[in-house]
């Protein structure tokens, strides 16, 4: 893919989390540079779904803009920067604060795969504390590239982590992956919250979680083309 294609894919991923809920006016979505793994691409600071091709910046692994021509960064750039320092299979990235996976943050119920759809749940879905690297008296906000550092110790090899009191952060090999791990994350939590008033829940086990997951991969293309079609259908 050419760094065009590349933008024009970050910018319908920037609109289809937003039409399907999992960013607002805040969060945002990053996806490592086609040629130089050293740097990502990410919006400046503006909603998600008001993104344009012109707002795409691109970025150091110290979160530091290469060509910033006045537009005005994300203060959370660290969390990207920091995760694609360390994760050499990370190529894209998004942080949101959607309202489903709030409570599992803040509560001691785990976040786990209920269906099929997210296997990329299975094992232990990380917690950051931000106290443990910040103290008690932050603004909740990874403004800081050691608190980047600290998030993605607490992120290791998952696939998606948790932030206390604050949101969720989705790692993928493709802006498709990430999109589609930070959609089903969100209805996968809704879906546990409410299961849990009906009774004991039956989660996927750790074979069906990763066949499920791989069963999935095969077919990315399928629910992205559709979201896509919605954000066209919503845009009209
Ligand atoms: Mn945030």
């Known amino acids: ?12 991923a920037n609109h289809i989390l937003y039409n399907e809920g999992v960013v607002d006016g805040f969060g945002h ?17 503006i909603a998600p779904g008001n993104v344009k091709a012109e707002d795409i910046m691109e970025f150091d692994l110290d979160g530091n803009a290469i060509d910033a021509r006045g537009r005005k960064p994300y203060l959370e750039r660290f969390i990207h920067s920091e995760v694609f320092r360390v994760r050499a299979d990370v190529q ?26 997210s296997g990329f749940l299975a ?17 909740m906000l990874i403004r ?26 989705a790692v993928g090999d493709s802006i498709r992956q990430v999109v589609y791990r930070a959609v089903y994350a ?4 809704r879906l546990q919250a409410q299961a849990l008033h009906l009774g004991d829940i039956n989660f996927l086990n750790d074979a069906e979680a990763a066949g499920a997951d791989a069963a ?17 259908q919503s845009l009209r």
């Open 123 to 139: 094992g232990n879905v990380p917690n950051f504390e931000i106290r443990d690297a910040g103290g008690p008296a932050t603004d």
């Open 216 to 232: 999935n991969y095969a077919n990315m293309d399928r629910p992205w083309e559709l979201w896509k079609m919605r954000v066209r």
């Open 29 to 45: 979505v990053s996806v490592r540079h086609p040629t130089r793994p050293d740097r990502f691409l990410l919006s400046r600071s």
């Open 144 to 169: 800081t590239p050691q608190l980047g550092v600290a998030f993605a110790r607490t992120l290791g090899s998952a696939a998606f982590a948790l932030m206390r009191g604050h949101g969720a952060v």
């Open 1 to 12: 893919m050419t760094e065009n294609d590349i933008i024009d894919d970050l910018v319908t």
């Open 92 to 117: 894209a990235v998004v942080h949101n604060h959607s309202p489903a996976v709030i409570p599992f943050g803040v509560t001691n119920t785990k976040l786990r795969p209920i269906s099929h759809m």
């Open 186 to 189: 969100e209805q996968n939590a």
